[in-house]
């Protein structure tokens, strides 16, 4: 078999191929793409969503954890630039089960924020500090599809969410260096804070706080600066 063939082989069962590919993931792909950018590209046993140039562009619509072995080891001689959506606004659509048919379309309460980046950058944190990687976030507005198959989740009633689909890119975000992510510490926050202080400051739940500052910890942009009670204090003023 030659070489070319069985590294497209290998790739093949390392990443996403456009007949596996989500409604979402494929739209955001075309979303991104310039004329020149080369689809679906083999490289050292996996597959790469875009190759533009000398940089490797990746689209991940959630779970951190799967791709991260894929991106420590591209970037050790890759440049990498990682594309995450967060969904603004959302629409339900419910389809019948041969998922032709739609039998409702309603507007989802749901609202999210840049902030939910931190649900899956907690996977990950590391790479922000590595000169190879860039991160952006697509704020978007999408439609669920969910099908009432019996299979989904019991907290859906055993509704599947079948796909998501783009509807718009309403703005992006990059995030080059762990310096661009301290943005989410406000500048006017006393220090040394817990998450408690950064909770109340950006009127974001506990448990976000959690994770932005974990975040922020590993990638070295803040550092630990005490303990009052139970709380943990950091401090963005790092050590010379």
């Known amino acids: 078999m030659p070489e070319e063939a069985k590294e ?25 793409s310039l004329p ?12 790469i969503d875009l190759v533009r140039g000398e940089q490797l562009i990746e ?54 924020k840049l902030s939910d980046l931190f649900e899956e950058l907690v996977r990950i944190p590391e790479l922000m500090a590595h000169d190879n990687f860039s991160f952006e976030v697509l704020f978007i507005k999408e439609e669920e599809v969910r099908c009432r198959d019996g299979k989904g989740s019991k907290h859906r009633k055993r509704v599947s969410v079948v796909d998501r ?34 909770a109340a400051a950006l009127q974001l739940p506990l448990h976000r706080c959690r994770q932005i500052t974990y975040c922020l910890r590993k990638m070295g942009a803040i550092t630990l600066n005490g303990k009052k009670r139970n709380e943990l204090l950091y401090s963005t003023e790092l050590e010379a």
Do not use: C, M
Request: charge should be positive; aromatic fraction near 8%.
């Open 36 to 47: 020149e950018d080369r689809f679906e590209v083999p490289l050292g046993g996996y597959v």
């Open 8 to 32: 497209k082989e290998s790739a093949a069962s390392n990443g996403i191929g456009l007949r596996n590919e989500r409604s979402l993931h494929a739209a955001l792909k075309q979303w991104v």
């Open 165 to 198: 689909r783009l509807i718009e890119v309403v703005k992006s975000y990059n995030f080059k260096s762990t310096k661009d992510l301290l943005t989410f510490i406000p500048a006017n926050i006393a220090q040394p804070f817990s998450n408690k202080d950064l």
């Open 59 to 112: 689209i991940q619509t959630r779970n951190f954890s799967a791709i991260r072995n894929k991106l420590k080891s591209l970037l050790k001689q890759h440049k990498v630039h990682l594309l995450h959506p967060v969904t603004s606004e959302k629409w339900v659509v419910q389809v019948d089960t041969s998922g032709q048919k739609i039998a409702s379309r309603r507007k989802s309460p749901y609202k999210g």
